[in-house]
């Protein structure tokens, strides 16, 4: 070995002290340096008991029932949560189908009031234009009857032969012809005759004329001793226009009554309201609500 590992050698030997083994050792060994096994405490037993048969049906069956009430528990909790909203659905299914069928029916209650009061309107309306035509149409048969009767008296006017043709058939109706009769006509219809038939054709035919004021140009009256003929003017007109006078008649009679009926109604039927949407909508709020 060389020197200097021997001084190093040297030098740590320097350093090492010595231990120190005054004090002793808290724990006893042996001859061969080992200490003695420490003693463990004590443990003490306790006592078990099994448990009785009947201590185990009574844990048994409240185990059952704990289990069956917290079935019970979980299966009302799930019905009670699905019949709610089963119920929920029904429900708003039904009122759904309750509020349309109401609603249904109170459109169509409204509908048939607002049809009912434009039929009032319209026969209101109606009833006017009714009653015109029916105040035009008397008119025009009144227009119609004076029309023929100015034609007649103008014709009686200008053609002087008009009154040989009424002397002629007023004789020819008489049932008796060869007969004395005696002919009543107006101072110019009795020259116009007397000037057409000599005196003694009016001999031979029995015929004696009579001038009369009272009567009109173009009347003839013939009287014999068993009959007359009343062939006046305004007789032989109503005669020719009698239809017309028929109809005059059964047209006044028809505006009498529509007057009649147009007053009643406007009297019995009071005038209605046709609901506005903003009041039919809040009627079906209030019988939804109700």
């Known amino acids: 070995m060389s020197s200097s590992n021997l001084d190093a050698v040297a030098e740590e030997f320097k350093h090492w002290q010595i231990p120190d083994v005054s004090e002793e050792s808290s724990e006893k060994q042996n001859l061969f340096g080992r200490t003695q ?6 443990i003490e037993e306790e006592s078990f008991t099994p448990p009785t048969l009947a201590e185990i049906e009574a844990l048994q069956q ?3 029932q704990e289990a069956r009430e917290q079935g ?3 299966g009302f909790n799930q019905g009670l949560e ?3 909203l089963e119920g929920l659905e029904k429900g708003h299914e039904e009122g759904f189908a309750q509020g349309k069928e109401q609603g249904l029916e109170q459109g169509l209650a409204e ?10 309107l319209v026969q209101q309306l109606e009833q006017p234009l009714s009653v015109v035509d029916t105040q035009i149409e008397a008119s025009l048969v009144m227009l119609s009857s004076s029309l023929a009767k100015a034609i007649v008296a103008t014709e009686i006017q200008t053609n002087p032969q008009h009154i040989h043709n009424v002397l002629r058939q007023g004789i ?3 049932p008796l012809k ?3 009769v005696n002919v009543r006509l107006n101072p110019q219809d009795v020259e116009l005759v007397e000037q057409a038939y000599s005196a003694t054709m009016l001999e031979k035919k029995q015929w004696q004329f009579e001038a009369d004021p009272s009567l009109s140009v173009g009347d003839c009256f013939i009287e014999s001793q068993k009959s007359a003929v009343d062939l006046t003017v305004k007789n032989r007109t109503e005669t020719v226009l009698v239809a017309l006078t028929e109809q005059q008649y059964q047209l006044e009679k028809q505006l009498q009554q529509a007057l009649l009926e147009q007053t009643q109604k406007a009297v019995a039927i009071p005038t209605q309201e046709v609901p506005t949407p903003n009041e ?3 009627n079906q709020e209030t019988q939804e609500q109700a």
């Open 280 to 282: 039919s909508s809040e």
């Open 111 to 120: 509908a048939k009031e607002i049809l009912l009061r434009l039929e009032q």
């Open 178 to 180: 060869n007969q004395p």
């Open 172 to 174: 020819e109706s008489l």
């Open 72 to 74: 019970f528990q979980q």
């Open 37 to 42: 096994a420490q003693s463990l405490p004590q």
């Open 62 to 64: 409240q185990a059952e």
């Open 82 to 84: 699905k019949g709610k």
